[in-house]
């Protein structure tokens, strides 16, 4: 029998959101509801309304779980910001990879809370350090979320509430020789999506290191012509 509230379960708020991490990983975003989460945690989904007061909430509460466990390394001297955005990248990508099933979240839902914009305040004041202005380091660091997040999509196509293309839909390749050597060469492995990540993060970071002038050049005084 479900106990009517949370106080005799220990419930807190970060329990009740692991919990749903869990179901999300596990069957996918669509098959989360309150009254699937309280069956989850053992009580009458009413009482989780005291910790979420609403669907829109949990799932705000499912992206500040998942971003603010994010947690790049920071070794690079602040001079070498492509190095700082390379740690956030990767320490991003490996975090959505842990948590798939909240993919399509966070490439819909804003972080909102100040746990879930940690990781971005610091990666920004790590740019910051090394000369760029706030709202350009959110540029850049928006550049490098979006195409993280992107290829998390296609990378975790396969994965509970992301049901991938079925066999009898897999086109014949023999008409398309090129496709058909790709896949022969691995083509959709775990190993080319790496191969696939670094190859346009790195195109990314090359980029945007091109576009952004150095402090020293944007800070020299000119000099009018003789």
Known sequence: MMEPTGKRTGLTREKVLR????????D?????SMRRLGAELGVEAMSLYHYL???????????????SAVRPDNDSPAGQWPGR??????????ELLRHPGVIPLIATRPARSAAALQAVEDTAAALGRAGIPPLDALHIINSVATLVTGHCLAEAADTPGH?????????DLAAFPVLATAVAEGLGTPRDHQA????ALDALLDGLQRRRPSTRTKNRPTTAPD
């Open 19 to 26: 919990a749903a991490l869990d179901v999300a990983d596990r």
């Open 28 to 32: 996918g975003i669509d098959k989360l």
């Open 85 to 94: 955005l390379r740690d956030f990248a990767v320490a991003f990508r490996a």
């Open 53 to 67: 007061p609403n669907k829109a909430a949990l799932l705000d509460g499912l992206v500040e779980l998942v971003t």
């Open 163 to 171: 049901p991938g293309q079925s066999t009898e839909d897999t086109p």
């Open 196 to 199: 696939r990540f670094d190859l």
